[in-house]
């Protein structure tokens, strides 16, 4: 398929996902708690959009390749070495904006 | 845009109704956003049932990859264009987190603020994505917000005067 609404239904499914370095796919992903590699196309990124992609394999949530490396990567894996992504603290903005605020 | 309200939807998730009304602004280029927006808050209307909120639309203030001096031109046009809207609405709380938009908004409010019209502080949360390295938007604000908020360490270390809380979306 080319574009749809929401991978969501099929992210659900999923056993393994493999996707380009896009922030919001490598999240919507991690956030499932599904298993991601991730593969950078060098010709095609600009830096910025690699910075997500690289903290998060240093941070052991996903797996990381290039076009030529992804046969490789995909028969040497080890999922099970991927850690689980914690979610994100929205609670914590709120607090900071209330004592800003003076609304503690 | 995209991503970006996505995420700013996720900060505004956990604000009590203290933060209300509630004034979007968007890019009149933005088609997705709007839908995002109202889901978000029929949603929570559904629990605060006097929660309010308005959306307005101004000209995208720079194309992605736009050459810097076309940009100076574009921005300061979003800027003009911007002012009655800020003036209007008068807000106490800007928040943003970096696309091309908010930077005509907020550098909108501050002129106000200098010409003591109204105070508006002046919250920017930069994007997740940005690891080690500040958008453009974040880059220009660093110096005109009254909070900067930032997700990683390394930006921490980079702008010493940012706010570090972690990952927040």
């Not at chain 1, 239904?9 to 599904?34: F, M, N, P, W, Y």
């Not at chain 2, 700013?8 to 839908?35: F, G, N, Q, T, W």
């Not at chain 2, 559904?46 to 736009?66: A, G």
Request: charged residues 25%; aromatic residues 10%; positive net charge.
């Amino acid at each position: 398929f080319r574009f749809k609404d929401s991978l969501a239904e099929d992210l659900q499914r999923a056993d393994l996902v493999i996707s380009h370095a896009g922030a919001g796919s490598c999240l919507e992903t991690l956030e499932k708690g599904k298993p991601l590699i991730v593969v950078i196309n060098d010709k095609l990124m600009d830096n910025h959009q690699l910075e997500l992609a690289k903290q998060l394999h240093r941070d052991g949530y996903v797996l990381y390749c290039n076009c030529s490396t992804l046969v490789e990567t995909l028969q040497s894996m080890d999922l099970s070495a991927l850690k689980p992504f914690p979610p994100g603290q929205p609670e914590k903005f709120a607090s900071f904006l209330d004592k800003v605020f003076g609304l503690q | 845009t995209g991503g970006h309200t996505t995420e700013i939807l996720r900060l505004l998730s956990c604000l009590s109704e203290s933060y209300s009304p509630r004034h979007y602004v968007l890019a009149d280029s933005d088609k997705m956003s709007e839908a995002k927006i109202r889901s978000f808050e029929q949603k929570r209307a559904e629990t605060y049932s006097k929660s309010q909120f308005t959306l307005d639309r101004i000209p995208r203030s720079r194309e992605v990859r736009q050459s810097w001096i076309s940009s100076v031109v574009t921005t300061l046009y979003s800027i003009l264009y911007s002012l009655p809207l800020t003036y209007k609405r008068k807000p106490d709380l800007i928040l943003c987190n970096g696309p091309g938009t908010c930077v005509p908004v907020c550098l909108s409010a501050f002129l106000l603020g200098l010409l003591r019209i109204k105070r508006t502080i002046i919250v920017y949360v930069e994007s997740i994505c940005r690891v080690e390295t500040l958008s453009l938007s974040g880059k220009i604000l660093y110096y005109f917000s009254d909070y900067f908020i930032v997700q990683w360490p390394d930006l921490k270390k980079k702008y010493p005067k940012s706010v570090y809380l972690g990952r927040i979306v």
